[in-house]
């Protein structure tokens, strides 16, 4: 028996095409031998229509799939229409059909309409409740969804592992039941997310552009390493290369070259008229240097060998000119192609991006934090993370970044990407999302001169990071906000996304926040909404709240 357990989704759209997805699931008897052998080439018709009905229909074709991609059927679907909606589906070789999917082509190049995308990242399953998806799939008037990373997680289903406490309560327990390592272990939890109703609602509703960050692999990664990979989990290079394989199985994202190189599949430019152009960047893999870490990179040895805090040395190492999170190929391509949108006439060149651009100097929250709350929170962790905090802690307030995983950690990388933004004349629109928390910012050069505004988005489903804390979010909210004035707005508590429309006049930014991940029925509302206005070309206008 065929089933389309997992959904149907759409990515990568153009303007004549799109990427249409499914897998098949197939129940045998795994003593049938020859039945088994069959698995290897299994047939699946797709179709595309104007209608839901698939009375008129446009384009169909046969492909096929098998075990050595885990039965994910990737098409393109081309000779369509710009600025379309087209309904898709699959026909297994049984009858079996797929559910319905909705999609649509970017609009020619002259096109002025409004484009409206759904912003999201970070959905961390045993934590909560998909809600924010199931809002996304509920909106009446979507182009596309742009999912920023950590569409999966690679935590285990012990106690103590993250999210389970919620997991527990909500019976959202991890597959496997361990930290993923293995391509089987990653195939295995991408099934898991896929099998979820709303993730497949919102997937069907419109076509996905999407990049990894790090969860997908694992946390914290960079070029050569991760922070959550130890030397008993084997090589760093052949667990990169599973993640990433079951990675562009599973997710509607065009396949990478046949030499294996990741460049095209990753980094790449989408064009909505002359209202924007999106580009989507690579910030983890390919190109980023190490994170810098407080615990080791602030001090130094002492006379007596004990270590000694280094403010200086450790501001050295930061504004390293060798720190990369893009690297050359990445950034000249990028200026190639915002060069190219700027002169075409589109209004807005948007970002797609991890992490928060902006700068975000940490407040001195050991100043804020009673005793009494920080020993409370820090009780149920291990004694060697307990420490790890309090050590953190101790070190805000001198005027260092709050997120070395962020841009903060590599600031020539971003002076150097602050300068092709200039010399391509681009109005930057800033994605982001990584950090569980909305973001409205204001951006700046080294030099203080504006450059563009970003909107980061809150997790789908992953915890408030005011949380490890111990302080009230609107406290931490007002703590970051008067330590920084590249911020003009942050909020670390709701789950959601960010709704952006965009015209050839303006750029709007609404922060869409779910009221709970721990039950149904929410309540979808919009938290704050901010405006730009598109000034001169290579001016954006002043932000302000709507």
């Known amino acids: 028996m065929v089933r389309f357990a997992h959904g149907v989704?759409?990515?990568?759209p153009e303007a004549t095409s799109v990427l249409l997805w499914t897998r098949l699931t197939t129940d045998l008897d795994g003593r049938d031998v020859r039945r088994q052998a069959a698995l290897d080439r299994q047939a699946v018709r797709w179709q595309v229509a104007e209608d839901a009905g698939f009375v008129r229909l446009v384009v169909e074709g046969v492909t096929e799939t098998g075990r050595a991609r885990d039965h994910t059927v990737k098409v393109v679907a081309e000779g369509l229409r710009p600025g379309t909606d087209y309904w898709y589906r699959f026909i297994a070789a049984d009858g079996t059909g797929s559910p319905v999917g909705r999609t649509r082509t970017l609009p020619e190049a002259s096109?002025?309409?409004?484009?409206?995308?759904?912003?999201?990242?970070?959905?961390?399953?045993?934590?909560?409740?998909?809600?924010?998806?199931?809002?996304?799939?509920?909106?009446?008037?979507?182009?596309?969804?742009?999912?920023?990373?950590?569409?999966?997680?690679?935590?285990?289903?012990?106690?103590?592992?993250?999210?389970?406490?919620?997991?527990?309560?909500?019976?959202?327990?991890?597959?496997?039941?361990?930290?993923?390592?293995?391509?089987?272990?990653?195939?295995?939890?991408?099934?898991?997310?896929?099998?979820?109703?709303?993730l497949q609602a919102a997937h069907a509703r419109a076509p996905w552009i999407v990049v990894y960050d790090d969860h997908e692999t694992t946390?914290?990664?960079?070029?050569?390493?991760?922070?959550?990979?130890?030397?008993?989990?084997?090589?760093?290079?052949?667990?990169?290369?599973?993640?990433?394989?079951?990675?562009?199985?599973?997710m509607p994202i065009r396949e990478p070259r046949a030499d294996g190189s990741l460049e095209a599949a990753t980094y790449r430019s989408f064009r909505f008229g002359r209202s924007a152009?999106?580009?989507?960047?690579?910030?983890?893999?390919m190109a980023r240097t190490r994170q810098l870490d407080y615990a080791t990179d602030f001090y130094r040895p002492g006379p007596d060998g004990q270590p000694v805090a280094d403010r200086a040395g450790f501001m050295a190492k930061l504004n390293a000119p060798d720190r990369r999170l893009l690297g050359d190929d990445q950034?000249?391509?990028?200026?190639?192609?915002?060069?190219?949108?700027?002169?075409?006439?589109?209004?807005?060149q948007v970002i797609g991006n991890q992490v928060i651009m902006a700068r975000v100097t940490a407040p001195d929250f050991g100043a804020l934090i009673p005793e009494a709350t920080l020993n409370a929170v820090l009780a149920p962790l291990p004694e060697e993370r307990q420490q790890s905090i309090r050590s953190l802690i101790s070190l805000f307030g001198q005027d260092v970044p709050l997120n070395l995983d962020a841009w903060d950690g590599y600031p020539a990388e971003r002076e150097r990407?602050?300068?092709?933004?200039?010399?391509?004349?681009?109005?930057?629109?800033?994605?982001?999302?990584?950090?569980?928390?909305?973001?409205?910012?204001?951006?700046?050069?080294a030099a203080g001169a504006d450059v563009g505004v970003e909107f980061g988005t809150s997790a789908i489903?992953?915890?408030?990071?005011?949380?490890?804390?111990?302080?009230?979010?609107a406290f931490a909210n007002q703590a970051v906000n008067d330590a920084n004035p590249e911020v003009a707005f942050i909020d670390f508590q709701p789950r959601g996304f960010v709704r952006l429309t965009l015209t050839p006049e303006r750029a709007r930014g609404e922060l869409m926040a779910v009221s709970t991940i721990l039950e149904k029925p929410y309540r979808l509302d919009i938290l704050k909404a901010w405006e730009v206005e598109a000034g001169a070309p290579g001016v954006t206008g002043p932000l302000r709240e709507a």
């Not at 998806?133 to 935590?155: C, F, K, M, P």
């Not at 993250?162 to 997991?167: A, Q, R, T, W």
């Not at 993923?180 to 939890?189: G, N, Q, T």
């Not at 200026?335 to 807005?348: H, T």
Request: overall charge negative.
């Open 461 to 473: 489903s992953s915890p408030s990071p005011a949380d490890s804390l111990g302080l009230p979010p």
């Open 331 to 348: 950034l000249a391509w990028l200026e190639r192609d915002l060069a190219a949108a700027a002169r075409d006439g589109a209004a807005w």
């Open 9 to 12: 989704a759409s990515g990568d």
């Open 111 to 198: 096109s002025t309409e409004a484009v409206v995308l759904a912003v999201c990242s970070c959905s961390l399953h045993p934590n909560g409740l998909f809600n924010a998806y199931d809002a996304i799939a509920r909106q009446e008037t979507l182009h596309a969804v742009v999912h920023l990373g950590d569409y999966i997680y690679e935590y285990g289903a012990a106690p103590t592992d993250y999210g389970m406490v919620n997991g527990q309560r909500l019976n959202r327990i991890p597959e496997p039941p361990h930290e993923i390592v293995s391509l089987a272990d990653y195939r295995a939890r991408h099934a898991q997310y896929k099998a979820d109703p709303d």
């Open 277 to 285: 152009s999106l580009h989507m960047l690579e910030t983890r893999l």
């Open 417 to 445: 990407l602050y300068a092709a933004l200039r010399r391509a004349r681009a109005r930057p629109v800033v994605l982001a999302g990584d950090s569980h928390t909305f973001w409205v910012n204001r951006l700046a050069d």
């Open 219 to 250: 946390n914290d990664s960079f070029d050569v390493g991760a922070e959550n990979h130890q030397p008993d989990e084997g090589d760093w290079a052949t667990r990169k290369a599973v993640a990433l394989k079951a990675y562009f199985e599973w």
